[in-house]
Protein backbone atom coordinates (compact mmCIF):
# COMPACT_ATOMS: atom_id res chain seq x y z
CA UNK A 1 0.00 0.00 0.00
CA UNK A 2 1.51 3.03 -1.22
CA UNK A 3 0.82 6.17 1.13
CA UNK A 4 1.01 10.22 0.52
CA UNK A 5 4.21 11.71 1.36
CA UNK A 6 4.51 12.70 4.91
CA UNK A 7 6.21 16.15 4.62
CA UNK A 8 5.41 19.34 2.16
CA UNK A 9 8.14 20.80 -0.15
CA UNK A 10 10.42 23.16 0.35
CA UNK A 11 10.49 26.31 -1.45
CA UNK A 12 13.93 25.57 -2.88
CA UNK A 13 17.29 24.02 -2.54
CA UNK A 14 20.28 26.04 -2.30
CA UNK A 15 22.90 25.60 -4.78
CA UNK A 16 25.14 23.91 -2.07
CA UNK A 17 21.95 21.75 -1.02
CA UNK A 18 21.95 20.61 -4.84
CA UNK A 19 25.49 19.88 -5.11
CA UNK A 20 25.48 17.81 -1.82
CA UNK A 21 22.72 16.07 -2.74
CA UNK A 22 23.56 15.17 -6.60
CA UNK A 23 23.09 11.75 -6.29
CA UNK A 24 19.62 11.66 -4.63
CA UNK A 25 18.54 14.28 -7.28
CA UNK A 26 18.93 12.13 -10.19
CA UNK A 27 16.94 9.19 -8.42
CA UNK A 28 13.78 9.79 -10.79
CA UNK A 29 11.72 8.57 -7.84
CA UNK A 30 13.44 10.73 -5.27
CA UNK A 31 14.66 13.99 -7.84
CA UNK A 32 14.38 17.59 -6.42
CA UNK A 33 10.87 16.90 -5.45
CA UNK A 34 11.68 13.96 -2.95
CA UNK A 35 14.65 16.13 -2.16
CA UNK A 36 12.91 19.37 -0.65
CA UNK A 37 10.81 17.06 1.33
CA UNK A 38 13.37 15.70 3.23
CA UNK A 39 14.91 19.22 3.73
CA UNK A 40 11.48 19.96 5.32
CA UNK A 41 11.05 16.91 7.40
CA UNK A 42 11.73 17.01 11.51
CA UNK A 43 12.45 13.69 12.54
CA UNK A 44 13.26 12.62 16.16
CA UNK A 45 15.75 9.88 17.19
CA UNK A 46 14.57 8.15 20.38
CA UNK A 47 18.05 6.93 21.34
CA UNK A 48 21.32 8.32 20.03
CA UNK A 49 23.11 4.28 20.95
CA UNK A 50 23.18 0.96 18.75
CA UNK A 51 20.09 2.08 16.33
CA UNK A 52 20.40 5.85 17.32
CA UNK A 53 23.85 6.03 15.67
CA UNK A 54 23.45 4.60 12.19
CA UNK A 55 20.28 5.57 11.96
CA UNK A 56 21.04 9.53 12.83
CA UNK A 57 23.82 9.73 10.53
CA UNK A 58 22.07 8.44 7.52
CA UNK A 59 19.36 10.89 7.95
CA UNK A 60 21.58 13.41 8.31
CA UNK A 61 23.43 12.56 5.29
CA UNK A 62 20.20 12.38 3.35
CA UNK A 63 19.35 15.59 3.90
CA UNK A 64 16.67 15.67 6.83
CA UNK A 65 16.16 19.42 7.42
CA UNK A 66 16.09 18.89 11.11
CA UNK A 67 16.79 16.18 13.30
CA UNK A 68 15.64 16.01 17.06
CA UNK A 69 18.07 13.29 19.14
CA UNK A 70 16.81 12.52 22.56
CA UNK A 71 18.77 10.62 24.87
CA UNK A 72 19.86 11.37 28.66
CA UNK A 73 22.53 9.29 28.77
CA UNK A 74 26.26 9.82 28.76
CA UNK A 75 28.97 7.75 26.58
CA UNK A 76 30.44 4.90 27.64
CA UNK A 77 33.23 2.91 26.52
CA UNK A 78 31.75 -0.30 26.34
CA UNK A 79 29.24 2.02 23.63
CA UNK A 80 32.26 1.89 21.01
CA UNK A 81 31.89 -1.50 19.57
CA UNK A 82 28.52 -0.55 18.06
CA UNK A 83 27.60 3.11 18.31
CA UNK A 84 29.79 4.57 15.85
CA UNK A 85 27.68 8.30 15.87
CA UNK A 86 30.18 8.32 18.85
CA UNK A 87 33.90 8.04 19.32
CA UNK A 88 36.84 7.68 21.80
CA UNK A 89 37.12 11.53 22.64
CA UNK A 90 32.92 11.42 23.86
CA UNK A 91 33.52 9.13 26.56
CA UNK A 92 31.92 10.88 29.61
CA UNK A 93 29.80 13.28 27.17
CA UNK A 94 25.93 13.04 26.98
CA UNK A 95 25.29 11.11 24.04
CA UNK A 96 22.93 13.75 22.39
CA UNK A 97 25.80 16.11 22.53
CA UNK A 98 28.59 13.67 21.11
CA UNK A 99 25.86 12.59 18.05
CA UNK A 100 25.38 16.14 17.34
CA UNK A 101 28.77 16.87 16.80
CA UNK A 102 29.45 13.75 14.74
CA UNK A 103 25.93 15.48 12.44
CA UNK A 104 27.63 18.49 12.11
CA UNK A 105 30.48 17.20 10.90
CA UNK A 106 28.92 14.88 8.47
CA UNK A 107 26.08 17.22 7.39
CA UNK A 108 26.16 20.95 8.76
CA UNK A 109 23.15 22.40 6.84
CA UNK A 110 20.88 19.82 9.59
CA UNK A 111 19.45 21.44 12.06
CA UNK A 112 20.16 19.30 15.69
CA UNK A 113 17.67 19.84 18.21
CA UNK A 114 19.24 18.14 21.65
CA UNK A 115 16.72 16.72 24.03
CA UNK A 116 19.24 15.95 27.13
CA UNK A 117 16.86 14.08 29.25
CA UNK A 118 14.75 11.25 29.66
CA UNK A 119 11.92 10.66 27.68
CA UNK A 120 8.89 10.51 30.66
CA UNK A 121 5.00 10.46 30.40
CA UNK A 122 5.35 14.37 31.18
CA UNK A 123 7.15 14.99 27.98
CA UNK A 124 6.58 13.01 25.89
CA UNK A 125 3.93 14.48 23.72
CA UNK A 126 5.27 17.83 23.96
CA UNK A 127 8.16 16.50 22.56
CA UNK A 128 7.02 14.33 19.91
CA UNK A 129 4.31 17.15 18.77
CA UNK A 130 7.33 18.96 17.65
CA UNK A 131 8.31 16.31 14.51
CA UNK A 132 6.64 14.70 11.72
CA UNK A 133 8.42 11.39 11.87
CA UNK A 134 9.84 9.42 15.30
CA UNK A 135 12.53 6.55 15.02
CA UNK A 136 12.28 4.51 17.45
CA UNK A 137 15.57 3.10 19.01
CA UNK A 138 15.02 2.12 22.13
CA UNK A 139 16.20 -0.63 24.31
CA UNK A 140 13.38 -1.10 26.85
CA UNK A 141 10.30 -2.54 26.94
CA UNK A 142 8.53 0.53 29.24
CA UNK A 143 9.69 3.11 26.64
CA UNK A 144 8.58 1.45 23.61
CA UNK A 145 5.48 1.15 24.86
CA UNK A 146 5.15 4.69 25.87
CA UNK A 147 7.17 5.66 22.15
CA UNK A 148 3.91 3.83 20.67
CA UNK A 149 1.21 4.52 23.07
CA UNK A 150 2.14 8.85 22.56
CA UNK A 151 2.78 7.98 19.03
CA UNK A 152 -0.75 6.64 18.29
CA UNK A 153 -2.57 9.49 20.49
CA UNK A 154 -0.99 11.97 18.69
CA UNK A 155 -1.84 10.41 15.10
CA UNK A 156 2.21 10.28 14.29
CA UNK A 157 3.98 7.39 12.50
CA UNK A 158 7.02 5.77 13.79
CA UNK A 159 9.32 3.42 12.71
CA UNK A 160 10.21 0.97 14.87
CA UNK A 161 13.65 -1.16 15.31
CA UNK A 162 14.61 -3.95 17.80
CA UNK A 163 18.07 -5.97 18.28
CA UNK A 164 19.25 -9.05 20.23
CA UNK A 165 22.55 -11.12 19.49
CA UNK A 166 22.27 -11.99 15.77
CA UNK A 167 18.68 -11.33 15.22
CA UNK A 168 16.62 -7.84 14.38
CA UNK A 169 13.28 -6.86 13.65
CA UNK A 170 11.85 -3.34 12.25
CA UNK A 171 8.55 -2.00 11.49
CA UNK A 172 6.12 1.09 10.79
CA UNK A 173 3.66 1.88 13.00
CA UNK A 174 1.05 4.24 12.09
CA UNK A 175 -2.51 3.63 13.81
CA UNK A 176 -4.49 6.02 10.64
CA UNK A 177 -3.09 3.85 8.18
CA UNK A 178 -2.65 0.03 9.96
CA UNK A 179 -1.49 -1.58 13.11
CA UNK A 180 -0.14 -0.14 16.17
CA UNK A 181 2.82 -1.80 18.29
CA UNK A 182 0.18 -3.22 20.59
CA UNK A 183 -1.49 -5.08 18.60
CA UNK A 184 1.65 -7.28 17.49
CA UNK A 185 2.67 -7.11 21.13
CA UNK A 186 -0.16 -6.63 23.10
CA UNK A 187 1.40 -7.39 26.40
CA UNK A 188 5.19 -6.81 27.61
CA UNK A 189 6.88 -9.92 28.24
CA UNK A 190 7.11 -10.99 31.46
CA UNK A 191 9.50 -9.60 33.71
CA UNK A 192 13.29 -10.96 33.99
CA UNK A 193 12.27 -13.39 30.65
CA UNK A 194 13.91 -11.25 28.28
CA UNK A 195 16.90 -10.08 28.79
CA UNK A 196 18.80 -6.23 27.41
CA UNK A 197 21.62 -5.78 24.80
CA UNK A 198 23.16 -5.08 28.38
CA UNK A 199 22.53 -8.57 29.77
CA UNK A 200 22.23 -10.61 26.28
CA UNK A 201 24.67 -8.83 23.90
CA UNK A 202 24.58 -7.96 20.57
CA UNK A 203 26.52 -7.92 17.40
CA UNK A 204 28.12 -4.43 16.68
CA UNK A 205 26.53 -4.54 12.97
CA UNK A 206 23.20 -5.73 13.71
CA UNK A 207 22.71 -2.60 14.64
CA UNK A 208 23.38 -1.29 10.83
CA UNK A 209 21.24 -3.89 9.41
CA UNK A 210 18.46 -2.36 11.52
CA UNK A 211 19.32 1.11 11.77
CA UNK A 212 19.67 1.17 8.09
CA UNK A 213 16.11 -0.63 7.45
CA UNK A 214 15.04 1.77 9.91
CA UNK A 215 16.22 5.08 7.29
CA UNK A 216 15.45 3.33 4.41
CA UNK A 217 11.60 3.44 5.78
CA UNK A 218 11.51 6.66 6.85
CA UNK A 219 12.93 8.36 3.41
CA UNK A 220 9.90 6.65 1.79
CA UNK A 221 7.55 8.05 4.59
CA UNK A 222 8.75 11.09 3.87
CA UNK A 223 9.01 11.23 0.27
CA UNK A 224 5.96 8.87 -0.09
CA UNK A 225 7.80 6.65 -2.71
CA UNK A 226 7.73 2.58 -2.62
CA UNK A 227 5.77 0.43 -0.02
CA UNK A 228 6.21 1.25 3.52
CA UNK A 229 6.21 -1.50 6.14
CA UNK A 230 3.25 -0.48 7.52
CA UNK A 231 0.99 -3.88 8.50
CA UNK A 232 4.56 -6.19 7.85
CA UNK A 233 7.22 -6.89 10.78
CA UNK A 234 10.72 -7.47 9.11
CA UNK A 235 12.35 -10.43 10.85
CA UNK A 236 15.98 -10.53 10.15
CA UNK A 237 18.43 -13.21 11.33
CA UNK A 238 22.13 -12.40 10.82
CA UNK A 239 23.69 -15.85 11.45
CA UNK A 240 21.07 -17.42 8.45
CA UNK A 241 21.30 -14.08 6.49
CA UNK A 242 17.37 -14.14 6.10
CA UNK A 243 15.33 -11.43 6.14
CA UNK A 244 11.45 -12.55 6.55
CA UNK A 245 8.38 -10.18 5.91
CA UNK A 246 5.78 -11.14 8.17
CA UNK A 247 1.87 -9.96 7.87
CA UNK A 248 0.46 -8.31 11.19
CA UNK A 249 -2.99 -6.50 11.02
CA UNK A 250 -4.66 -4.12 13.23
CA UNK A 251 -6.42 -5.89 16.46
CA UNK A 252 -9.93 -5.04 16.45
CA UNK A 253 -9.17 -6.07 20.51
CA UNK A 254 -6.31 -3.71 20.62
CA UNK A 255 -6.36 -1.91 24.05
CA UNK A 256 -5.05 1.13 22.47
CA UNK A 257 -6.46 1.59 18.80
CA UNK A 258 -9.20 -0.86 18.87
CA UNK A 259 -12.60 -0.86 18.79
CA UNK A 260 -13.20 -0.28 22.60
CA UNK A 261 -9.89 0.84 23.68
CA UNK A 262 -9.40 0.37 27.27
CA UNK A 263 -6.25 2.84 27.20
CA UNK A 264 -6.89 6.11 26.01
CA UNK A 265 -4.52 8.39 27.16
CA UNK A 266 -0.65 7.48 28.54
CA UNK A 267 -0.43 5.19 31.68
CA UNK A 268 0.66 6.55 34.98
CA UNK A 269 3.77 4.35 35.13
CA UNK A 270 5.11 2.28 32.27
CA UNK A 271 8.23 0.81 34.71
CA UNK A 272 5.59 -0.36 36.54
CA UNK A 273 3.60 -2.14 33.45
CA UNK A 274 6.37 -4.06 31.70
CA UNK A 275 7.48 -4.72 35.61
CA UNK A 276 10.90 -5.05 36.23
CA UNK A 277 10.86 -8.01 38.38
CA UNK A 278 7.93 -10.20 39.05
CA UNK A 279 5.52 -10.08 42.00
CA UNK A 280 7.18 -13.27 43.39
CA UNK A 281 10.60 -12.02 42.79
CA UNK A 282 9.62 -8.51 44.63
CA UNK A 283 8.15 -10.69 47.39
CA UNK A 284 11.10 -12.96 47.98
CA UNK A 285 13.53 -9.90 47.98
CA UNK A 286 11.34 -7.91 50.13
CA UNK A 287 13.93 -8.44 53.54
CA UNK A 288 16.46 -10.50 51.94
CA UNK A 289 18.79 -8.26 50.08
CA UNK A 290 22.08 -7.05 51.11
CA UNK A 291 24.38 -4.56 49.59
CA UNK A 292 27.91 -5.36 48.02
CA UNK A 293 29.12 -3.64 51.33
CA UNK A 294 27.80 -6.17 53.11
CA UNK A 295 28.79 -8.39 51.22
CA UNK A 296 32.55 -7.26 51.32
CA UNK A 297 32.01 -7.42 54.82
CA UNK A 298 30.83 -10.61 55.56
CA UNK A 299 33.86 -12.08 53.56
CA UNK A 300 36.42 -10.42 55.26
CA UNK A 301 35.01 -11.22 58.75
CA UNK A 302 35.25 -14.76 57.56
CA UNK A 303 31.58 -15.31 57.45
CA UNK A 304 30.64 -19.11 55.98
CA UNK A 305 29.04 -18.17 52.66
CA UNK A 306 28.02 -19.92 49.63
CA UNK A 307 28.43 -17.39 46.84
CA UNK A 308 26.50 -18.02 43.74
CA UNK A 309 26.36 -16.10 40.68
CA UNK A 310 23.47 -17.11 38.57
CA UNK A 311 24.48 -15.07 35.52
CA UNK A 312 25.59 -16.77 31.76
CA UNK A 313 28.78 -18.32 31.25
CA UNK A 314 29.91 -15.56 28.97
CA UNK A 315 29.83 -13.06 31.78
CA UNK A 316 31.37 -15.11 34.26
CA UNK A 317 34.39 -15.16 31.90
CA UNK A 318 33.94 -11.58 31.54
CA UNK A 319 34.22 -10.17 35.59
CA UNK A 320 33.49 -12.40 38.85
CA UNK A 321 33.32 -12.01 42.26
CA UNK A 322 36.14 -13.49 44.39
CA UNK A 323 34.96 -16.84 46.21
CA UNK A 324 31.44 -16.96 43.83
CA UNK A 325 30.78 -20.25 42.13
CA UNK A 326 28.85 -20.01 38.58
CA UNK A 327 25.37 -21.66 38.47
CA UNK A 328 23.30 -19.66 35.89
CA UNK A 329 19.69 -18.90 36.69
CA UNK A 330 18.12 -21.47 34.40
CA UNK A 331 19.58 -23.75 36.15
CA UNK A 332 18.13 -23.01 39.44
CA UNK A 333 14.67 -22.73 38.15
CA UNK A 334 14.30 -25.61 36.33
CA UNK A 335 15.50 -27.27 39.80
CA UNK A 336 18.06 -28.92 37.97
CA UNK A 337 20.96 -26.95 40.12
CA UNK A 338 19.42 -26.93 43.56
CA UNK A 339 21.70 -29.83 44.61
CA UNK A 340 24.15 -27.96 44.49
CA UNK A 341 23.40 -25.39 47.17
CA UNK A 342 24.44 -26.11 50.89
CA UNK A 343 22.32 -26.62 53.31
CA UNK A 344 24.73 -25.59 56.15
CA UNK A 345 26.02 -22.36 54.47
CA UNK A 346 24.59 -18.84 54.11
CA UNK A 347 23.71 -18.50 50.42
CA UNK A 348 24.04 -15.40 48.80
CA UNK A 349 23.29 -15.05 44.91
CA UNK A 350 24.29 -12.28 42.73
CA UNK A 351 23.64 -11.53 38.95
CA UNK A 352 24.64 -8.56 36.66
CA UNK A 353 22.31 -5.98 38.22
CA UNK A 354 20.02 -7.75 39.95
CA UNK A 355 17.05 -8.92 38.49
CA UNK A 356 17.93 -11.95 37.84
CA UNK A 357 19.21 -12.74 41.15
CA UNK A 358 15.94 -11.52 42.67
CA UNK A 359 14.23 -14.50 40.54
CA UNK A 360 16.51 -17.28 41.21
CA UNK A 361 16.03 -16.05 44.85
CA UNK A 362 12.06 -16.74 44.65
CA UNK A 363 12.81 -20.24 43.29
CA UNK A 364 15.37 -21.05 46.13
CA UNK A 365 13.38 -19.91 48.67
CA UNK A 366 9.94 -21.73 47.24
CA UNK A 367 12.32 -25.00 46.99
CA UNK A 368 13.20 -24.52 51.13
CA UNK A 369 15.98 -22.05 51.27
CA UNK A 370 14.27 -19.64 53.55
CA UNK A 371 17.69 -17.60 54.48
CA UNK A 372 19.40 -16.88 51.34
CA UNK A 373 19.66 -13.48 50.27
CA UNK A 374 20.58 -11.50 47.13
CA UNK A 375 23.06 -8.42 46.14
CA UNK A 376 21.65 -5.26 45.12
CA UNK A 377 22.75 -4.22 41.93
CA UNK A 378 24.97 -7.47 41.41
CA UNK A 379 28.29 -7.07 40.20
CA UNK A 380 27.71 -3.74 38.07
CA UNK A 381 27.68 -2.60 41.86
CA UNK A 382 30.45 -4.15 43.07
CA UNK A 383 32.77 -2.97 40.30
CA UNK A 384 31.49 0.69 40.84
CA UNK A 385 31.70 -0.11 44.47
CA UNK A 386 34.38 -2.26 45.61
CA UNK A 387 36.79 -3.25 43.19
CA UNK A 388 36.88 -1.10 39.79
CA UNK A 389 39.75 -2.64 38.65
CA UNK A 390 37.03 -5.36 37.69
CA UNK A 391 36.59 -5.14 33.50
CA UNK A 392 32.99 -4.17 33.27
CA UNK A 393 29.98 -4.87 31.02
ZN1 LIG B 1 -3.13 -1.27 18.23
Redesign the pocket.
Known amino acids: MALPPLVEPAAELSVDEIRRYSRHLIIPDVGMDGQKRLKNAKVLAVGAGGLGSPTLLYLAAAGVGTLGIIDFDTVDESNLQRQIIHGVSDVGTPKAESAARSIAEVNPLVNVVIHNTALDRDNVKEIFSQYDLIVDGTDNFATRYMVNDAA ?1 LLGKPYVWGSIYRFDGQASVFW ?1 EHG ?5 LYPEPPPPGMVPSCAEGGVLGVLCASIGSIQVNEAIKLITGIGEPLVGRLMVYDALEMEYRKIKVR ?2 PN ?1 A ?3 ENPTVTDLLEDYEDFCGAVSDEAQEAVHGSTITVRELKDWQDSGKDIFLADVREPAEWEINRIPGAVLIPKGEILSGEALSKFPQDKQIVLHCKSGVRSAEALAALKAAGFKDAVHVQGGIVSWVNTIDPSLPSY
Do not use: A, S, T
Request: hydrophobic share 15%; charged share 30%; with cysteine.
Open positions: VEPCYRCKDCLCG
